[in-house]
């Protein structure tokens, strides 16, 4: 037997990492959300987070966000049932993926000509009759562009629900006499809500903290918690506030990720 | 496609598979535009691709960003298996479970939250923003991917197996670089993919902990892009997207030969 201590060697650079990448991070920005701008001990960021300008702000962030995941999804169901439908529905999938390889930013830079004043959206506009508009630096575009980008990502764990679902239950349902609609609320979409939900949260703490594309499509439309964290941290470099609009936005992580009970799902973007 | 769906679904597909590549195409399409702007195509050009590679700035940025990218995936690869064979040997469920939730920290955390938390802890330490800076974030953020890729093939491998090596007298090394590694392979090729596009991907954690003379392609292009419309980043997003589907395809037939149908769900 080799020593117990040079045989545990191989697990340091992983505990390492635990210790400085994981923990550490957390305490700090934790630590942080605790001192005000003279760093002190104080409870100021936590005051002023009840205040009616913060309140509002995340008010509205989680109102976007929950409209972004209504729209994803609704989009996304169909779109997943119709592809599991198809032939060759694992490469139609891939297809479904290959856009969310291409960087956030390009696509998102897309979006500028597109919904520019000349733009595309406002050439079409103008061919159907209702004439150019102002689209770009509204919520409109920040919605579009949002649904645009977490939909693939809404789409994988429908799919793969939707794939994994017996269809003698359809036709068992189908047997008993349940209309389609019928068969859809009460056996199809119980059996894939799992895949719905995790979906549902690989969207929502994304569209709460993505801070690129509302700079960039939304302009100062619309704020939401990751734009005020990116705006503390790196323009008004209160560092304080940003923990603690940070430690509010791991809270409601904890809280997405406990009512959508899946785990293990990447949330980026 | 299929006639299993009727007419009206297979529009609806049609229309959303248009949709969700048009803006792709939008940009290559305009990227030939010697009109300078992205809703008036006046001439074919290849002026914008010309451009682009004699900005020997922008070419050094390129090049850093797969620097970075390379760097961190083999890193964090080599870091993650050794991670993964450690929770593999962990045999109290609660534990292995405690450090499995760790792990997951950093996969759903917001990208913010993990850039500013990391902008403390350089701070802190002492490390100067830049290259180190970023490549450690990069290394800290597709570990635990790795694990997560890693830690299945581990699981699924026959403890039989390890056995038999050891009664035929294999040693500790042995076991580990003739057994263990070659069986858990597809993992580990799966998860060194995934952190290289997580690395080329990211812009938000880069964006954070990044100083000012050192930049990624994706930082580059928020800040090109924050001041309007430059049709080299067309060029260079037509050049992305073509290398893009490269990695996809190679990645497609990786996955491909090791089973029947790819495992899409962990691809993103």
Same mark, same amino acid.
Request: hydrophobic fraction near 45%; charge should be positive; proline fraction near 5%.
């Given at each position: 037997m080799e020593n117990k201590t040079t045989r545990n060697l191989y697990t340091i650079p992983y505990v390492i990492w635990v210790?400085?990448?994981?923990i550490a991070p957390i305490l700090l920005v934790l630590y942080y959300s605790f001192q005000d701008l003279e760093g002190n001990f104080s409870l100021t960021n936590y005051r002023n987070f009840f205040t009616p300008i913060y309140l509002e702000m995340t008010l509205s962030s989680f109102w976007y966000a929950f409209l972004i995941t209504l729209i994803t999804l609704l989009f996304a169901y169909p779109i997943a049932y119709l592809l599991t439908k198809l032939k060759h529905k694992q490469l139609w999938l891939l297809l479904i993926i290959v856009p969310s390889w291409i960087n956030l930013l390009l696509k998102a830079y897309a979006f500028l000509g597109i919904f520019g004043t000349y733009g595309m959206a406002n050439k079409f506009?103008?061919? @159907? &009759?209702?004439?150019?508009?102002?689209?770009?630096?509204? %919520?409109?575009s920040f919605v579009f562009v949002s649904v645009y980008i977490f939909i693939p990502f809404m789409i994988l764990p429908i799919f793969n629900a939707l794939d994994k679902l017996n269809p003698t239950y359809l036709d068992a349902a189908n047997d008993l006499g349940a209309s389609r609609w019928t068969t859809f609320r009460r056996v199809v979409f119980p059996l894939t809500i799992d895949g719905v939900k995790a979906g549902c949260q690989i969207t929502f703490i994304p569209a709460l903290s993505l801070f690129m594309l509302t700079r960039l499509i939304a302009g100062s439309q619309v704020i939401t918690l990751g734009t005020a964290i990116e705006q503390q941290f790196l323009v008004t470099q209160n560092w304080g506030m940003g923990s603690t609009i940070a430690v509010f936005l791991i809270i409601f992580m904890f809280i997405i990720m406990f009512a959508t009970g899946t785990k293990r799902r990447r949330a980026r973007g | 496609m299929d006639k299993r769906i009727s007419p009206l679904s297979r529009i609806f597909l049609i229309v959303m598979f248009a949709?969700? *590549?048009?803006?792709?195409? *939008?940009? @290559?399409? *305009?990227?030939?535009?010697? &009109?300078g702007n992205m809703y008036d195509f006046e001439n074919f050009t290849f002026d914008w691709y010309k451009e682009l590679f004699q900005d020997t700035r922008l070419l050094i940025i390129v090049l850093n960003t797969i620097v970075i990218a390379l760097l961190s995936a083999l890193i964090s690869t080599v870091i993650g298996v050794l991670g993964a064979m450690m929770i593999y040997k962990i045999r109290s469920s609660r534990t292995k479970n405690a450090l499995l939730s760790l792990n997951n920290i950093?996969?759903?955390?917001? %990208?913010v939250i993990i850039g500013a938390s990391f902008l403390i802890l350089f701070t802190i330490a002492g490390i100067q923003l830049g290259f180190y800076s970023v490549l450690l974030s990069h290394i800290a953020f597709s570990i635990p991917i790795v694990v997560l890729m890693v830690l299945p093939k581990l699981s699924e491998m026959s403890p039989s197996l390890l056995d038999a090596a050891r009664d035929l007298g294999a040693s500790r090394w042995e076991v580990i670089t003739k057994v263990v590694i070659p069986y858990i392979t597809p993992g580990i090729f799966a998860g060194f993919f995934m952190a290289l596009t997580y690395s080329l991907d990211d812009f938000a954690v880069t964006f954070f902990v990044t100083g000012n003379g050192f930049t990624t392609l994706s930082v580059e292009i928020y800040s090109l892009?924050?001041?309007g419309i430059s049709l080299s980043i067309n060029a260079l997003s037509a050049i992305i997207f073509i290398v893009t589907m490269l990695i996809v395809v190679i990645y *497609?037939?990786?996955?491909?030969? &090791?089973?029947?149908?790819?495992?899409?769900e962990v691809l993103k």
């Open positions: 210790a400085f990448f994981v506009l103008e061919t @159907i &009759g209702i004439g150019s508009k102002q689209l770009l630096f509204t %919520d409109f | 949709l969700l *590549y048009l803006p792709i195409f *939008y940009l @290559i399409f *305009y990227s030939f535009n010697s &009109g950093l996969i759903v955390s917001p %990208d892009a924050r001041q *497609y037939f990786l996955t491909r030969r &090791g089973k029947k149908s790819p495992d899409l």
